[in-house]
Nanobody, 126 residues
Framework: QLQLVESGGGLVQPGGSLRLSCSASGFAEGYVIGWFRQPPVRRREGVSCISSTGRSTWYAESLKGRFTISRDNAKKTVHLQMNNLKPEDTGVFYC????????????????????WGQGTQVTVSS
């Protein structure tokens, strides 16, 4: 398992942007990275996912066009660029990792991943 640390959360006004980062210790090739969001009093939900090479990505349907995931394996970091943020995007964002072959169907489920960060709070409010 990897040690994952998220950063970049904060308070932003509606329409604003944030860039989340997920840094991993012991980062190695072959890890799929996912971002999940947990709104208040709701279950954790898949936001985005990227294959180990970065060539394949997945986004929750409602977020397409606003969020972009990318990775820099040399820097052992995965980013989630979030634009045009809305109040309903508020929640704790977690990054997760698993060393397995990428399939888009895995990105929606928390049970697909076995390493998790501690989360970073994102609050979208005026």
């Amino acid at each position: 398992q990897l040690q994952l640390v998220e950063s970049g959360g904060g308070l932003v006004q509606p329409g604003g942007s944030l860039r989340l980062s997920c840094s991993a210790s012991g980062f190695a090739e072959g890890y799929v990275i996912g971002w999940f969001r947990q709104p208040p009093v709701r279950r954790r939900e898949g936001v985005s996912c990227i294959s180990s090479t970065g060539r394949s990505t997945w986004y929750a349907e409602s977020l397409k066009g606003r969020f972009t995931i990318s990775r820099d394996n040399a820097k052992k970091t995965v980013h989630l660029q979030m634009n045009n943020l809305k109040p309903e995007d508020t929640g704790v964002f977690y990054c997760a990792a698993v060393r397995r072959k990428y399939r888009s169907s895995m990105c929606f489920w928390t049970t697909s991943f076995d390493s998790w960060g501690q989360g970073t709070q994102v609050t979208v409010s005026s």
